[in-house]
């Protein structure tokens, strides 16, 4: 039998693993709401008695064409990525036809990093948050391995498995790099907070591996801050801007990292944890280690001093 849809129950169709039935798909709660759409939590369960397993499943907030295309080129970075360090797609689900498309993951019940982090602080040593790095350090080694940029590394982000264990966990702004140049140049301005943008991502929406690394330096600041809302990095880049119009943060910021003005080392951050950071910082692209440079120099912080 063709997989087709002729009716809901072809052979294909239901002997399918990656194909989600809508009807089996039980809503049990909103998880998160962005300008990209929303994830729900939902059972997957085909015989009827609540025993099925749990899934994250990320659909549309709008159906424009564009968004679907966007969608579902999200959905075939994911399915193409398979690492312990990156979030696991499990399938798709289609009501409606293409309008009705939804992205269905694995899901992680800890949550986000950015709340992990201000919830546990008390509890979470230098040790764990250089874990965390590596692990996210990793993930982002293979994923320039498969020419993809993500654009958009941050503690909210990333998903937490367990006290040991973290994924990268949405790819909503990842983009793959094309054969013949490793950079990628986007024509919207991005949706997601500046404060996390290498200079030509701000200055020429230019995306690459090392504009990857210069995020990274900043969900280290974000480590080593707890995600504090009061030390985020928002805050911090504005309190140092001071009340300028709000028009010209972009043009400000710029200026700003220009003068080589950074974020502050975080209270208590071991001062090989903030060189590391600023190392992440570098204006110039090229002169960014890259994230197979980077995971041997944290396991070195790890097995070294920081506790
Ligand atoms: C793929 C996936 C797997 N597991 C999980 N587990 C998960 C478990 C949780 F208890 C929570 C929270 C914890 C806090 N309380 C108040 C509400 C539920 C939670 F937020 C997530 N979440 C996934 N995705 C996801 C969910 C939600 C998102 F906002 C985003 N995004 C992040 C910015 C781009 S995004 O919007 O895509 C991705």
Redesign the pocket.
């Known amino acids: 039998l063709r997989d087709g849809f002729w009716g809901h129950d072809s052979l294909a169709m239901s002997q399918d693993p990656e194909l989600f039935q809508e009807r089996h798909l039980k809503y049990i ?6 300008n ?4 729900e ?1 939902c059972r997957y369960d085909p015989l009827g008695d609540s025993t099925g397993e749990l899934v ?1 499943v ?1 659909k549309l907030q709008q159906d424009s064409a564009k968004e679907i295309r966007d969608f579902e080129r999200e959905i075939q970075i994911l399915h193409s990525l398979q690492h312990d360090f990156i ?1 696991q797609y499990r399938g798709v689900c289609y009501s409606r036809g293409m309008r009705g498309l939804r992205l269905v ?8 990093l950015r ?1 992990y982090l201000q919830k546990n602080q008390p509890r979470l040593e230098h040790c764990t948050l250089l874990l965390y790095a590596w692990q996210i350090c990793k993930g982002m080694e293979y994923l320039g391995a498969q020419r993809c940029v993500h654009r ?1 590394l941050a503690s ?2 990333i ?1 937490v498995e367990s006290d040991s264990h973290v994924k990268i ?2 790819f ?1 702004l990842a983009k793959l790099l094309p054969q013949d140049k490793d950079y990628y140049v986007v024509r919207e301005p991005g949706q997601s907070p500046v404060f996390w943008y290498a200079p030509e991502s701000l200055a020429d929406n230019i995306f690459s591996c090392a504009s990857d690394t210069w995020s990274f330096g900043v969900l280290l600041y974000e480590l080593f801050t707890y995600s504090s809302k009061s030390k985020s990095p928002s805050e911090e880049f504005l309190r140092m801007m001071g009340t300028g119009k709000p028009a010209q943060i972009i043009c400000h910021l710029l200026e700003l990292l220009k003068d080589n003005r950074r974020l502050p080392a975080p209270a208590g951050c071991p001062a090989e944890v903030y060189a590391l950071m600023m190392s992440c910082w570098a204006f110039a692209p090229s002169a960014r280690p890259t994230f197979g440079q980077l995971a041997p120099k944290i396991e070195a912080l790890r097995d070294g001093r920081s506790k």
């Open positions: 709660s909103l998880l998160g709401k962005g990209f759409g929303s994830v939590l994250a990320k979030v993951m694995e899901f992680l019940p800890n949550g986000c709340d958009d909210r982000n998903l966990g949405d909503g």
